[in-house]
């Protein structure tokens, strides 16, 4: 199983991004998936989430109203567009698979991890 995210860069506060994350050698479709972000210093914190079938969507409070996560079965990817960006999401962004049946907001409730992109955002 292999995740590539992509799609970070510098941005200024109020600006938009949005991440991909392609997955291969896995059945994409079964899976659910989660964003995590590390900011120096700090432990990795959970993002937002999507189940295997994209009925459900989890997200942390902050995140609510800004970020959107989104999955395409069909081109093995899942999004994660982030709008009215703060200083404070500054961080490198990580895509994983959830574990079924796991929890949604640990990483221990992940077994695949992608490489991260860095997102930092200018006041």
């Known amino acids: 199983v292999q995740l590539q995210a992509s799609g970070g860069g510098l941005v200024q506060a109020g600006d938009s991004l949005k991440l991909s994350c392609a997955a291969s050698g896995q059945t994409f479709s079964s899976y659910g998936m989660g964003w995590f972000r590390q900011a120096p210093g700090k432990e990795r914190e959970f993002v937002a989430a999507i189940d295997w079938s994209m009925h459900s969507t989890y997200y942390a409070d902050s995140m609510k109203g800004r970020f959107t996560i989104s999955k395409d079965n069909a081109k093995n990817t899942v999004h994660l567009q982030m709008n009215n960006l703060r200083p404070e999401d500054t961080a490198v962004y990580y895509c994983?698979?959830?574990?079924?049946?796991?929890?949604?907001?640990?990483?221990?409730?992940?077994?695949?991890w992608g490489q991260g992109t860095q997102v930092t955002v200018s006041s």
């Open positions: 994983a698979r959830r574990r079924v049946g796991s929890t949604w907001y640990s990483t221990e409730g992940y077994d695949y």
